[in-house]
């Protein structure tokens, strides 16, 4: 089962950023040596664990998914761009100084970005450098390390809360890496959102469907203009996500890979109506790169007569 290395951005900053020119990439030192990183910005992963221990584990061929999370601090610059490089060892950049990604941030207050990487080596260390610059040229770095040929592993989302059409929960999450998106967030992920909420107007009959379906049961895909941030813009397009109800049986604490890989799930349905302490079974992508999870409902809050309001919370397993 191929896995993703999804890296994704969020940006949260006081002000806008200038529309000029990104800094310049700043030169290693002898044989490669990382530059210092002396800027202010607050950077972290969103998965806790990995701030503690920023390791994961894939093989040849797989992708990695993680999120970081990237502020300004009260006294640093503002972030302009963002520079990943892969090597071999912990304090370099490896046998180039060219990044296999630059991303030059949006002018927004809050933004994300998401990359993917495929590992090539069939076993050993990978390192991924995120340099984050800001309007100085100063880098704010988070380092990955990725074992290669390590056990495939599953996620686990506790407690996940979306909202339907008029909550201002988010509505749109992506398995892979545990974010939820609001609608200002989404343009550039699209593709990574699986799983979303939404209930009829006209019954309380709330289902997790694909953001492609939204579309096909007719629900808005255009920001209201009441948004001030991102009013007009599409929250269409992305990947099918197929879901079924969960065979009787499945322990959903006890599921692992094992577990997830030998659901049954057709591509069927783009959409389900849930009940509140059941469990779904879903799918996205295909082939070699397809992704199996499982979903546990645990509650569901319902506003009479204002259907479009309501929340679901759920657990999550899928694949990596």
Known sequence: MKKSIIILFSLISLFFY????????????????????????????????LNVNPEVY???????????????????????????????????????????????????????????????????????HFDVQDNSGLISRKTLKINVGKEEQISTWSGVELGAQSNELASRFASSTGVRYQVCDIDSNIKFVDITYASSKTADKPQFLSNPERVNQ???????????????????????????????????DAADNTTLQA???????????????????????????????????????????LYTQGKVVFDVKIQK
């Open 58 to 128: 894939a093989g040849n061929g797989d992708n990695v998914t993680v999120t970081l999370l990237i502020k300004k601090s009260p006294d640093g610059g503002k972030p302009r761009v963002a520079r990943i490089y892969v090597a071999q060892q912990a304090n370099y950049r490896g046998t180039t100084d060219q990044p296999l990604f630059e991303v030059k941030l949006k002018n927004v207050d809050e933004q994300s970005q998401t990359f993917e990487y495929t590992v090539s080596p069939t076993s050993g260390v990978v390192y991924l």
């Open 18 to 49: 200038a529309c000029n020119s990104i800094p310049d990439a700043v030169l290693p030192g002898p044989n490669n040596e990382l530059p210092a990183a002396t800027g202010k910005l607050d950077v972290s992963f969103t998965d806790a664990s």
């Open 263 to 305: 659901l049954n799930i057709t591509s069927v349905s783009q959409a389900i109506l849930i009940e509140e302490g059941k469990l779904y079974m879903y799918r996205k992508g295909d082939g070699a790169k397809m992704k199996k999870g499982l979903i546990r409902v645990k509650s569901i809050t319902k506003v009479a007569n």
């Open 218 to 252: 007719g629900y808005s895909t255009t920001v209201p203009a009441s948004n001030a941030n991102c009013a007009g813009s599409s929250t269409a397009g992305g990947n099918p996500t197929y879901f079924q109800e969960a065979p009787f049986g499945i322990d959903f």
